[in-house]
Nanobody, 125 residues
Framework: QVQLVESGGGLVQAGGSLRLSCAAS????????MGWFRQAPGTEREFVAA????????YYADSVKGRFTASRDLAKSTVYLQMNSLKPEDTAVYYC??????????????????WGQGTQVTVSS
């Protein structure tokens, strides 16, 4: 069983930066894929980024490529999402997720077994 706790959300002006953290309790094995998703009011949850725990391979949605960076700290069992050049359309609740099986489809939310509670990110124009 893995529990995920996100932190780092908040209010920022357009063009600003935030770094989200997702601390995992329980053992994270090399096969895990850790994902970031977001959901704005009235919309479906959408993929943002993912990182493979062992290899560090990253994946990004086109909408955030070049602005967001996913990373992980193996010793702290923590993944991060560095968000730069934020836009009002980035406003959403951001969720961290974990997939123990190492999915080949990291952008698919149903691949993930464990989810955090979410953290609000609001970008003002």
């Amino acid at each position: 069983q893995v529990q995920l706790v996100e932190s780092g959300g908040g209010l920022v002006q357009a063009g600003g930066s935030l770094r989200l953290s997702c601390a995992a309790s329980g053992r994270i094995f090399g096969s895990y894929v850790m994902g970031w998703f977001r959901q704005a009011p009235g919309t479906e949850r959408e993929f943002v980024a993912a990182i493979r725990w062992r290899a560090g391979t990253t994946y990004y949605a086109d909408s955030v490529k070049g602005r967001f960076t996913a990373s992980r700290d193996l010793a702290k069992s923590t993944v991060y999402l560095q968000m730069n050049s934020l836009k009002p359309e980035d406003t959403a609740v951001y969720y961290c997720a974990a997939d123990p099986s190492g999915t080949s489809y990291p952008a698919v939310s149903s691949a993930y077994n464990y989810w955090g509670q979410g953290t609000q990110v609001t970008v003002s124009s």
